[in-house]
């Protein structure tokens, strides 16, 4: 099989993964409203005990869940929302410090779960005033429940881009530029329900995983290997050399996604724009092909997020 370019555009409208370019150009669509979730960036804030009663064991003081500085990592060491605490829990990638429940919440059956899973693995479990809980809370909905963890741990891309033990061909998921927290959340949601076998995220110039990345993953960061790269254009010349296929979600392309056939089956990365932006050139200059997903209505493109489950989820059935 040779690899392939993108070829002349042929006419009609084609969607973007997340807002990209229109085919026709001029237009473009912002790819979902920026995440207005406060702090997404920064750590915990404030100081102190959470006031109130306690449970389970340990001090009061709030964990940072950060490390002493150097290289940024992926983040992740505040998590909000009872799915994601749960999930965190259940995983066991990573040590949870400390969680906190607002004080109306206890006994309710909502979080009993969350307490019987943190007693059982010697978790500390804090009730907190409510005021206390949403202050410290980085997300717009924590749900009455913060946890404190180690950061999440990188996956190695050397690892990833090798067959699984069954033989499997990677299935690879990167993400340029992508920069809303809530988007990406969900993209990796879809990557861990279609079988993604790792995400990359560059470095710098992206979102990496904060507590609303986190929440609107509903807890799919604890299961999907996540990697960050210092650049995704010389990345993906690794990837290539290692016999993966780059293919490119953009409107821009003669091919439809649906068009994609056997080579779903092959070693893959596919790679998701920015919202608004697109594909980088270089990036861009860089995929083996660029396939589209058909827009029929009188938009030009759908959110990244929504692109991403439709992209992947028709690559897994093309690998089935």
């Known amino acids: 099989m040779s690899r392939q370019g993108e070829g002349r555009r042929s006419g009609g409208r084609k969607g973007t993964g997340g807002g990209q370019r229109s085919a026709g150009g001029g237009r473009r669509s912002t790819g979902g409203q920026r995440s207005r979730s406060r702090g997404d960036a920064g750590g915990p804030g404030g100081s102190g005990s959470p006031g109130g009663r306690r449970g389970g064991s340990g001090g009061a003081r709030r964990p940072s869940g950060r490390g002493g500085g150097g290289r940024k990592g992926l983040g992740g060491g505040q998590i909000e929302g009872r799915q994601a605490i749960r999930e965190s829990l259940i995983a066991e990638r990573r040590k949870v410090h400390e969680i906190w429940i607002s004080a109306e919440l206890e006994g309710d059956d909502g979080v009993a779960d969350i307490v019987t899973i943190a007693n059982a693995h010697r978790v500390p479990v804090a009730y907190a005033a ?153 990036v861009r200059e860089r995929c083996d092909s660029i396939v589209s997903i058909p827009m029929l209505g009188g938009v030009d493109s759908l959110n990244v997020s929504a692109a991403a489950a439709l992209a992947t989820y028709e690559i897994m059935r093309g690998r089935r």
């Open 130 to 282: 409510k005021a206390k809980v949403e202050r410290e809370a980085r997300s717009e909905a924590p749900q009455g429940v913060i946890a404190f963890a180690a950061e999440l741990p990188e996956a190695d891309l050397g690892r990833l881009i090798r067959r699984g033990t069954d033989g499997a061909a990677p299935f690879l998921v990167a993400v340029d530029g992508v920069t809303d927290p809530g988007n990406l959340g969900a993209i990796i949601r879809s990557c861990d329900g279609a079988g993604v076998t790792g995400v990359l995220l560059p470095q710098h110039r992206a979102v990496h995983v904060t507590p609303t990345v986190a929440k609107a993953s509903a807890g799919a960061v604890e299961h999907v290997p996540l990697a960050l790269v210092p650049g995704l254009p010389s990345t993906i010349g690794r990837l290539r050399d290692e016999g993966i296929w780059i293919v490119g979600l953009d409107g821009a392309a003669e091919r439809d996604l649906f068009e994609l056939g056997d080579l779903a089956r092959e070693p893959l990365c596919l790679v998701l724009g920015a919202e608004g932006a697109g594909l980088s050139r270089l």
